[in-house]
Structures are given as structure tokens and as C-alpha cells.
T-cell receptor, first 112, second 114 residues
Framework: AQSVTQPDIHITVSEGASLELRCNYS??????LFWYVQSPGQGLQLLLK??????LVQGIKGFEAEFKRSQSSFNLRKPSVHWSDAAEYFC??????????FGQGTELSVKP | EPEVTQTPSHQVTQMGQEVILRCVPI?????FYWYRQILGQKVEFLVS????????KSEIFDDQFSVERPDGSNFTLKIRSTKLEDSAMYFC????????????FGPGTRLLVL
């Protein structure tokens, strides 16, 4: 069965520090891969997605993610975190059929 | 930018009561979804809907749940007889295409069943 694992439930970084949020997926083929962000009281906003091609994808708000097939990973990175990045981040996959399968989420706190 | 809207933002109901959660998808989108997130758990797929039919549903989506597109704009999720375990945040999403490439999510309805 398809699954998504986000090993880190909660991460705290200092403002200006770099960030990497981990995501591993289990799927037979290469799925579509996504990162969403959820701020308190808000819906899920798409940060970036990977379908094929260049394994490094750029998203909104200065985020990027790298697809590594050999590791079944799709980690999210940002070189310099801002206080407004504090939120919950979800990795998701789909099998090109619409339904999204989400990871547990990683809550990001940003220290001043 | 177009957005998905959901009403109400919060709903409190008594166990056994029926609730209807409403969503207005983005106007040119054809594929619609409901997901839910129980507090502290992951977001889970409930159902997808296209061309006035359910495309796919999860095991969670049992006979107590139904979806409908009653007019050209609304997309509703009905829970016939709510249970305590239905307490969750319910998200609606819509997509232009069939492959789930870009699902836009609404802000959610927080349902509390007492």
C-alpha cells in the first residue's frame, strides 16, 4: 500500500537558519509528489510538486525539494527560514489518479 | 486568485444528528474531493467526485456519508448520523484535471460531535 512517512513530528529552527524537512514514500512507481503548508486556521496551500524531469523543484516562498528515487525521498529545504514560515508542513503523494495520500505532518517552529 | 471556500468554519452537533458541510470549488474545476483530519492525525482521503458521480472512496466513507453537487457551484458532504469519532477538520479540494496535479484546498470545517 502507498504510504508517506515524515519522521519529524516537530522541528524548531532559528530564524535565518536553513531548514530541511524529511519525507519518504512507499510506492511501486514514481508517484506525483507534493509539499503542502498549513498555517493555523488556514487550508492547505501547495508549496511545490514533482511529476517528472529535473529532480530539484522550486516552489513558492523560497522553498525547494529534491526527489531522490534511490532513497524514495522528497525532502523540502529552505536556505534561510523566516518567522512567517512557522506552520505545519505535509508531504503527499498520489498515484496519478487524483487521491492524495498525506504524511503525518511536521510542525515547524521558528525561534527569533 | 480564485479559492475554494467552505462553510461553516466550525460546527458543533449532537451525536446522531445529520450535518451538511458545504464547499464552493473553484469555478472551472471539474474534480472535487473531501478529506478529513482528526486532531493529531494525518489528513485522510474520503472521496473524489467527477461528473456527478463518486470516482473513488475510502473505507472511511461508509453509508453514513454522501456527497452531492446540488447546483453548479456547491459541493456538499453529508453525514447522516454523526458519531463521536466523526469529530475532525474536513477539507474540500478541487482540481482542474483528473491527475490530481494541483488540488486547491479550502480552509476547512471543524466538526465537533458531542
Amino acid at each position: 500500500a502507498q504510504s508517506v512517512t515524515q519522521p519529524d513530528i516537530h522541528i524548531t529552527v532559528s530564524e535565518g537558519a536553513s531548514l530541511e524537512l524529511r519525507c519518504n514514500y512507499s510506492y511501486g512507481a514514481t508517484p506525483y509528489l507534493f509539499w503542502y503548508v498549513q498555517s493555523p486556521g488556514q487550508g492547505l496551500q501547495l508549496l511545490l510538486k514533482y511529476f517528472s524531469g529535473d529532480t530539484l523543484v522550486q516552489g513558492i516562498k523560497g522553498f525547494e525539494a529534491e526527489f531522490k528515487r534511490s532513497q524514495s525521498s522528497f525532502n523540502l529545504r529552505k536556505p534561510s527560514v523566516h518567522w512567517s514560515d512557522a506552520a505545519e508542513y505535509f508531504c503527499a503523494v498520489n498515484n496519478q489518479g487524483g487521491k492524495l495520500i498525506f504524511g503525518q505532518g511536521t510542525e515547524l517552529s521558528v525561534k527569533p | 486568485e480564485p479559492e475554494v471556500t467552505q462553510t461553516p468554519s466550525h460546527q458543533v452537533t449532537q451525536m446522531g444528528q445529520e450535518v451538511i458541510l458545504r464547499c464552493v470549488p473553484i469555478s472551472n474545476h471539474l474534480y472535487f474531493y473531501w478529506y478529513r483530519q482528526i486532531l493529531g492525525q494525518k489528513v485522510e482521503f474520503l472521496v473524489s467526485f467527477y461528473n456527478n458521480e463518486i470516482s473513488e472512496k475510502s473505507e472511511i466513507f461508509d453509508d453514513q456519508f454522501s456527497v452531492e453537487r446540488p447546483d453548479g457551484s456547491n459541493f456538499t458532504l453529508k453525514i447522516r448520523s454523526t458519531k463521536l469519532e466523526d469529530s475532525a477538520m474536513y477539507f474540500c479540494a478541487s482540481d482542474e484535471g483528473a491527475w490530481g496535479e494541483t488540488q486547491y484546498f479550502g480552509p476547512g470545517t471543524r466538526l465537533l460531535v458531542l
